[in-house]
């Protein structure tokens, strides 16, 4: 069983759609998740962290965790075509020591 | 502030060479990682040095691989001799002092074997 799960996709949404991201862990005492946007050929960057169940909103980016089911997701509201990119789950044991999923492509279409 | 640098940012070479990989992270923060992406593959964890001492070697896949970082500053990556399958983009990271910060990645060193 892999780490951290994500679905590689690719998700394709319409422009202003709401695009939801899903990501599975496995090691029960992960205490810090991260979302990472990674366009082609560039590094990831940190587009949100969470660290406690519920929900987190930043802007057009919500992040939801629910330990209990040892789930995360990303939900992007009014997508936008420079959301196109591939988002990557990121899972840490608070030892600075990340895992990364494989990543789910999106894709929205003006 | 300048971020995480890494060099070379591209590097070609024949299966047997060496190459060597090197990170300069973000001024003052005592955590550096190297990670690996090969086509296709999730991000995957490779070493953690705090200061000039390795935490956590775990993901190094064999002995052709050498990291160092004397002196806490700098790292590198060396790989010898070099073979196919570690063809990929092998990114640095680096953080501050307390767990649970985020890390901040270089831009990724491409090295393709041939």
């Known amino acids: 069983q892999k780490e951290v799960e994500q679905n590689s996709g690719p998700l394709s949404v319409p422009e202003g759609a709401i695009a939801s991201l899903n990501c599975t862990y496995s090691?029960?005492?992960?205490?810090?998740f991260f979302w990472y946007r990674q366009y082609s050929g560039k590094s990831p960057e940190l587009i949100m962290s969470?660290?406690?169940?519920g929900d987190k909103e930043d802007g057009r980016f919500t992040a939801q965790l629910n330990k209990a089911s040892q789930y995360v997701s990303l939900l992007i509201r009014d997508s936008q075509p420079s959301d196109s990119a591939t988002y990557l789950c990121?899972?840490?044991?608070?030892?600075?020591?990340?895992?990364f999923g494989a990543g789910t492509r999106l894709t929205v279409k003006p | 502030e300048a971020g995480v640098t890494q060099f070379p940012s591209h590097s070609v070479i024949e299966k047997g060479q060496t190459v060597t990989l090197r990170c300069d992270p973000i001024?003052?923060?005592?955590?550096l990682y190297w990670y690996r992406r090969v086509m296709g593959k999730e991000i995957k964890f490779l070493l953690h040095?705090?200061?000039?001492?390795?935490?956590?070697e775990s993901g190094m896949p064999n002995n052709r691989f050498l990291a160092e970082r004397t002196g806490g500053t700098y790292s590198t990556l060396k790989v010898q001799p070099a073979e196919l399958e570690d063809s990929g983009v092998y990114f640095c990271?680096?953080?501050?002092?307390?767990?649970?910060?985020?890390?901040?990645f270089g831009e990724g060193s491409w090295l393709t074997v041939v």
């Open positions: 990271a680096s953080s501050p002092t307390f767990s649970g910060n985020t890390i901040y």
């Open positions: 090691d029960r005492v992960s205490q810090s």
């Open positions: 969470i660290y406690s169940n």
């Open positions: 990121a899972v840490s044991n608070g030892n600075n020591d990340m895992r």
């Open positions: 001024s003052g923060h005592d955590n």
């Open positions: 040095f705090v200061k000039e001492s390795k935490q956590d």
